[in-house]
């Protein structure tokens, strides 16, 4: 058993071809790779196969955040290019964004997107990134869907996203604006498999978690427990919280990917009462760490590296997430966003 506190435990080697570059024709069309913890085994069905897995009383909570547009593509004063990806809102007009090429941006430097859309950079923080000032003539967020691009993570090698990314890279239930990638986990299910799992008594417990910088910032310390996560929002309504608490825990409750897990492990407490609320998260999952809530998880595969495969190794144990992982590789799954996912039970 490796160092479960050091960087190297969680790296694999991935053929490249496994990185899913474009989604499936259908959504529900993915591999499902279920993984019992408590017998040890690995079985691989038809993500659609979800359905026969639950039954009345059983639930799902969702991350129902909405991906932005947030990748701008502009100029600077020079005429060079420039690019900058939206994180987080600060005010009406500052941003929190990650902006290319870094060096040539400094504060008082513009970004021009159009003749009346541009933005000033006002200061860069530790990590990085920078906080923004937009000015514009008309209505922002419509100026942002006219010339905004959907964030594709900076594994699908492709110069830009295209329409099908505007639809395919948001799940069927986003409905809160503010995410700068989306949950993965959740954009294998379609309309008719929803409809499905509610008639037949599927409960719904949406939670909101706008995913920001974290996923496209990987670990650099060797000590996994020297990272440090950036703060996320999130919000747990109260009619959620309720439902939450007072569920049949007799019956099975799946978190929809790794960022509604982190929702209900942040709002609980010591003996597993979700707090309703808005507020920030950065928790830290990883080997070592005692569940409060989560009791099922549904995610895709994730990067070597990364803290989300750290989540799931915590989550699922060590040896089992590798032995999946090796699985998935051997069995040629595609990974990342647009691949396909595991149910952790």
């Known amino acids: 058993m490796p160092d479960l506190f050091s960087l190297s435990a969680y790296q694999y080697d991935l053929p490249e071809e496994l990185i899913a570059q474009h989604p499936l024709s259908q959504r ?4 499902l790779l279920i993984v019992d913890r408590r017998k040890q085994q690995l079985e ?21 955040t909405r991906v932005i547009p947030a990748r701008l593509y502009g100029k600077r004063a020079t005429g060079g290019k420039a690019e900058v990806l939206l994180l987080k809102r600060l005010s009406t007009q ?12 400094p504060p008082g430097e513009k970004v021009f997107f159009s003749d009346s859309f541009f933005c000033s950079i006002i200061s860069e923080n530790e990590d990085g990134s920078r906080v923004v000032r937009f000015q514009w003539d ?45 949950p993965t986990a959740g954009l294998h299910f379609t309309e008719e498999l929803f409809g499905n799992l509610f008639e037949k008594g599927v409960i719904a417990y949406p939670v909101t978690l706008h995913v920001g910088k974290d996923t496209f910032r990987p670990v650099r310390v060797e000590d996994i427990r020297q990272h440090t996560m950036h703060a996320e929002s999130y919000e747990v309504s109260m009619q ?15 978190c929809v990917g ?13 003996h597993g009462i979700i707090r309703p609320g808005s507020h920030e998260s950065s928790i830290f999952i990883y080997p070592g760490y005692r569940f409060k809530f989560t009791t099922a998880l549904l995610t895709n ?31 040629k799954f595609r990974f990342f966003s647009y691949g396909d996912a595991m149910l952790i039970l």
């Open 138 to 182: 008309g209505n922002f967020d419509q100026l942002l869907n006219q010339l905004g691009h959907v964030p594709l993570p900076p594994y699908i090698k492709r110069e830009q996203s295209d329409q099908e990314d505007r639809h395919r890279y948001q799940t069927i239930y986003a409905k809160n604006p503010g995410a700068s990638a989306a």
């Open 240 to 254: 959620t919280a309720e439902a939450l608490n007072n569920r049949d825990k007799a019956k099975q409750c799946i």
């Open 28 to 31: 529900d069309h993915s591999r």
């Open 94 to 105: 500052d941003w929190e964004v990650l902006a290319k090429p870094g060096k040539k941006l």
């Open 258 to 270: 790794t960022t509604s897990c982190r929702v209900l492990e942040t709002a609980a407490d010591d």
């Open 301 to 331: 595969f994730h990067l070597p590296g990364s803290t989300l495969l750290m989540l799931v190794s915590a989550f699922a144990g060590y040896e089992l997430t590798m032995e999946a992982y090796h699985k998935a590789i051997k069995d």
């Open 44 to 64: 691989e069905v038809p993500f659609g196969e979800i359905q026969h897995l639950l039954s009345k009383g059983d639930g799902l909570v969702f991350n129902d």
